[in-house]
């Protein structure tokens, strides 16, 4: 498989953020300073939000070993949270 890069995994997080909620958008994906997750940036009627997911849950997904659960999870804890956070 080819090295994870960050292109690669904003066209797979945006795709399963549609999937979960077609109001939020990714706005950004980010390497953070280990190097060990990507921070992505969600916006969801003008409020915004971030979240680091693993780069093993992202690797896990695109190589087809996880069903995605655990990616959808993890992603859907972030829409959830900026979703509840401003009402």
Same mark, same amino acid.
């Given at each position: 498989m080819?090295?994870?890069?960050v292109r690669s995994a904003?066209? $797979?997080?945006r795709k399963e953020?549609? #999937?979960?909620?077609?109001?939020?958008?990714l706005i950004a994906v980010n390497q953070t300073k280990k190097k060990e997750a990507f921070r992505v940036t969600l916006l969801k009627?003008?409020? $915004?939000g971030s979240a680091d997911i693993k #780069?093993?849950?992202?690797r896990?997904?695109?190589s087809g070993e996880a069903?995605?659960?655990e990616l959808r999870k993890a992603l859907g804890k972030a829409v959830s949270h900026l979703s509840i956070q401003y009402r």
């Open positions: 080819n090295r994870l890069t904003e066209e $797979t997080l953020v549609n #999937k979960l909620d077609k109001r939020v958008q009627d003008g409020r $915004t #780069k093993d849950l992202i896990d997904f695109l069903k995605g659960n």
